[in-house]
């Protein structure tokens, strides 16, 4: 069992930067692949990043490439989400999750079994 917790979401201005974190209990984490998704007011959940169990491949939606990254620390049991350049667009709530698969940091929804109860970002024009 994993349980996720994130933290750090906040209202920023348009242009600004935010750091996202997750913080997993269990032993089990560093075993895992990690990914970050969101939702929109009024929007269907999407993608945002992913990584997988040892940090070597990450992957990222196109809306977000080049803006934002995702990084892990496994000695500290927790996957973060660096978000540059806001926009408007990328208000939502943040939610990270945890796969029992390794090393595709797929961005499919259904990969992950293990889900945060998520962080609300709001990015002010």
């Known amino acids: 069992q994993v349980q996720l917790v994130e933290s750090g979401g906040g209202l920023v201005q348009a242009g600004g930067s935010l750091r996202l974190s997750c913080a997993a209990s269990?032993?089990?984490?560093?075993?895992?692949?990690m990914a970050w998704f969101r939702q929109g007011p009024g929007k269907e959940g999407e993608f945002v990043a992913a990584?997988?169990?040892?940090?070597?491949?990450?992957n990222y939606a196109d809306s977000v490439k080049g803006r934002f990254t995702i990084s892990r620390d496994n000695a500290k049991n927790t996957v973060y989400l660096q978000m540059n350049s806001l926009k408007p667009e990328d208000t939502a709530v943040y939610s990270c999750?945890?796969?029992?698969?390794?090393?595709?940091?797929?961005?499919?929804?259904?990969?992950?079994?293990?889900w945060g109860q998520g962080t609300q970002v709001t990015v002010s024009a």
């Open positions: 990584i997988t169990w040892s940090g070597s491949l990450t």
């Open positions: 269990g032993r089990t984490f560093g075993n895992k692949d």
């Open positions: 999750a945890a796969s029992l698969y390794r090393g595709t940091a797929s961005d499919r929804r259904n990969a992950y079994t293990y």
